[in-house]
């Protein structure tokens, strides 16, 4: 029977995460559960850096980005000593269960610790990457593409004025899903994503044709996985002659406001985490799938996320 639980938030901080640590805490304290925060995601567990929350300790978070809880990339985590350490927390503060927050590499975690040591972990989806199989909309998705795309929405004024090609590097080490989804809402010529690679020749050929056409502002999308903006801007310029400006847009997409999409998403589905624990089913995710919240396996998570790279590609290209 579960009655204490703890909540953490691991990986990359992505705006909503606070409003997921305040779901949890107010939906877990409604059905009756004792709440406790762990502070630094897997580090917090290993050194003991946790204390109960009631419903005043995540008051007035709703609306801000990052994690009151605090996050960071633990490695320790990976380790046998470590997840002994992060056990041995559990075992003394009585903590029936675990609420993840966090992306892949955060589920990863829950995933093999959760088989190891017999702990009901559900992680809730949460990552500006959007890269998590099995899982159509993860939290802060919404708010990185709408900074992204506001951004953009900048550069393309000055762009038009002053007849230029902007490349704009945004957030994707390995996955291009922030890249397509901007590029497309803000009718971005060209982009560049890692599970796609460019052809720079053809771009560059089809910036020169349209030149001549009178086509001059041009705005390229590039996926930081996929090569760095200043690169593949000096590299345009050489093969085109053309005067060509470089951006790289960083962690400013991990911050700010929530959406109202994002924050909407995340109490839904911490409301579903807790009732995913309530009803004794561990080492499950939760996520948008289809439109609606669903759980599904954590390790089906764990796999690659196929999408259709190419019909988002040539939407993109066909509307520029
Ligand atoms: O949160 C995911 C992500 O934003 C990736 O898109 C990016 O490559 C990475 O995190 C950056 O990580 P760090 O904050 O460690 O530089």
């Not at 897997?42 to 008051?59: A, Q």
Request: charge should be neutral; proline fraction near 2%.
């Amino acid at each position: 029977m579960i009655k204490r639980i703890a909540v953490l938030t691991t990986g990359g901080d992505a705006p909503g995460m606070n409003a997921a640590i305040r779901g949890v805490v107010r939906y877990g304290t409604y059905k009756k559960l004792e709440v406790m925060g762990v502070f630094r995601g897997w580090w917090g567990l290993i050194n003991e850096e946790l204390k109960p929350f009631d419903h005043r300790s995540v008051s007035g978070i709703i609306n801000q980005g990052g994690t009151i809880l605090k996050t960071m990339r633990c490695h320790e985590f990976q380790t046998k000593e470590g997840q002994e350490r992060a056990y041995a927390t559990i075992k003394k503060h009585a903590i029936d269960g675990l609420v993840v927050i966090g992306g892949n590499g955060s589920f990863s975690a829950a995933h093999a610790f959760s088989k190891a040591y017999k702990i009901p972990c559900v992680g809730i989806a949460a990552s500006i990457d959007n890269d998590i199989n099995g899982i159509d909309m993860t939290i802060g998705w919404d708010t990185a593409i709408n900074t992204a795309l506001n951004a953009i929405d900048n550069i393309r004024d000055t762009a038009t004025s002053m007849e230029r090609i902007f490349v704009v590097e945004v957030m994707g080490r390995e996955c291009g899903s922030i890249a397509l989804a901007v590029a497309l809402a803000a009718g971005c010529e060209d982009v560049i994503i890692p599970e796609r690679k460019p052809d720079m020749a053809k771009i560059c050929h089809d910036i020169v044709n349209g030149n001549v056409k009178g086509k001059i502002s041009w705005i390229i999308v590039v996926a930081e996985g996929a090569g760095s903006a200043p690169d593949i801007a000096k590299k345009i310029a050489e093969m085109t002659n053309l005067e060509t400006r470089a951006l790289v847009l960083g962690h400013i997409q991990r911050g700010g406001r929530p959406t109202a999409l994002s924050r909407d998403i995340a109490l839904n589905l911490s409301r579903t985490a807790i009732d995913c624990l309530l009803a004794e089913q561990g080492n499950r995710a939760v996520g948008i799938v289809a439109g609606k919240v669903a759980c599904v396996d954590l390790e089906k998570t764990l796999l690659k996320k196929e999408t259709d790279i190419e019909a988002a590609y040539n939407l993109i290209k066909v509307m520029s």
